[in-house]
């Protein structure tokens, strides 16, 4: 369960020394007299922009006010947004990629090839070549490298890792690399698989590396770290919790944050990596060719042997495993509510959604407005009451205590019924369940344009096996009363839209009864 971050490893070496790189207005290390961290490149590439880390460093390095070019072989899904610029290219094209990376003044290496099977380590290797040719020829003056921690006999992912880092260092360019272990962070390919084993087997059977230990490293703390690689000293950098965990006490820590039962894992030391990669591939919607090669990694400790020099170059204070297990799971179920209406239908990460669209007319958009600002109080509101009263009985069954209530205003942090509002503006209601006893659910309206009509969004995160069971067993009952509500919201739409008319009319003829003096 090694996210083994998607880059490399590095030589054991950990050369910290100071070096200053002329020709740009980028310096490295703190300014001992100013006491602050110097002033970072401005103009910055992201290689692999596409992938879990790349995404969220993309979005936080624009935050902060650089520019930022991002890379990756298609230019579907990479970022956008002020202050990002996507660009579809494969950095095995040496002119292409040297065009792209003309003016940068530091780049990201977040490549791997993982996911192509067998050969993975020649192709990584061949990218890492000609990144590194094209980032010389356009006169990169840095290039940061994710890789991971990892000692000794490594696994074939380690190895390789190890050997990207060697090459991009042979460019002659500066590089900082980074060695880190699991990352915890909801995407993250590790953090996946630690979730799909926790949250859908009370009890495993495991092989001798759930003892392995490991210190994985927060997603909050890599991508401060990162930030931070674009002024430290050049060199290489193990960085990680502060405490040492195994992948079975990682699993247990996860339960405890999702509050569910202990966790029962009994350890088969013959159950070698290659049966076990089979197994989670019964439990885990991770891609099994990534999957496997992480596997065959768990039996390397993955461990920092010196803290020393990134404790010394960086700001970075890491969090402890439990701490992070914490903020990976909350950070989620913020990320839901933030960028809900564009989540993409079915399975991401541990959150299932479901949407639908039906049509406005143009008469009927304040209305729908209006009954959005109506919810609280009234089964009803939602369409289909009865199947809302099933499912209240259902939830006393387990415990659940689920209410109705009407809030004086709809607003962020009002309760409605068993809803907290996260979003109430003019055009957007998205209301959030954190306490099912299967989970935790999102419910979401947005009036839109082009053409008119009202979108509906759900979505739903299994809190083990139960829940897990109640989305796939009740999931035909859900996507007929699902479609049924968005009708529903648009019928009454229509008929105060209509009453409305009738009203006006009423009032209208009515003043034409009245004589003129």
Known sequence: MSEIPLSAVADATGGTQPADIPGTTMTTGPDPAAGAPARAASQIAIAGASGYVGRLLAERLAGAGHSVVAIAR?????????????????????????????????????????????????????????????????????IVYLGALGHDDLSPHLASRQEVGAVLRGSGIDVVELRAAVILGAGSISFEMLRSLTERLPVMVCPRWVGTRLQPLAEDDLLAYLEEALTVPPGTYEVGTPDVTDYGQMMRLYAEARRLRPRRIITIPL??????????????????????????????????????PAMTAFTVRPLLVADAIVRAIDEEAERVSDG????????????????????????????????????????????????WKLRLRLGRLFGERLSLQRPQRIEPGAQADWWTVTRADEDHLVLTARDWFCGEGWLGYRVASSPLRLEQVAAFRPKGLVGLAYWRMLWPVHWVVFRAMARGQVRRARAESSRGHAAGLFRSNGRRRIPEN
Do not use: K
């Not at 791997?112 to 006169?139: I, P, S």
């Not at 076990?276 to 019964?282: N, P, Q, T, Y």
């Not at 479901?354 to 729908?368: E, K, N």
């Open 271 to 308: 159950l070698t990596p290659s049966l076990s990669a089979r197994w989670v591939d019964l439990v885990s919607p991770v891609d099994r060719r990534i999957s496997h090669a992480l596997i065959e990694s768990l039996v390397n400790e993955v461990v920092v042997h010196d803290p020393d």
């Open 74 to 142: 298609g230019a579907a899904g990479l970022p956008s947004g002020p202050r990002v610029r996507a660009c579809g290219i494969d950095v095995s094209n040496v002119d292409a990629t040297a065009d792209v990376l003309a003016g940068i003044d530091a780049a990201f290496y977040l490549v791997h090839a993982m996911a192509g099977g067998e050969g993975f380590a020649d192709r990584d290797r061949q990218l890492a070549g000609t990144f590194a040719q094209a980032a010389q020829r356009a006169g990169v003056r840095r």
């Open 340 to 387: 809900f209406f564009d989540r993409p239908e079915g399975l991401v990460g541990g959150v299932y959604t479901m949407r639908c669209a039906t049509p406005l007319a143009p008469d009927q958009v304040d209305t729908a407005r209006t009954n959005l600002g109506r919810v609280g109080g009234d089964l009803g509101w939602y369409g289909m009451a009865w199947a």
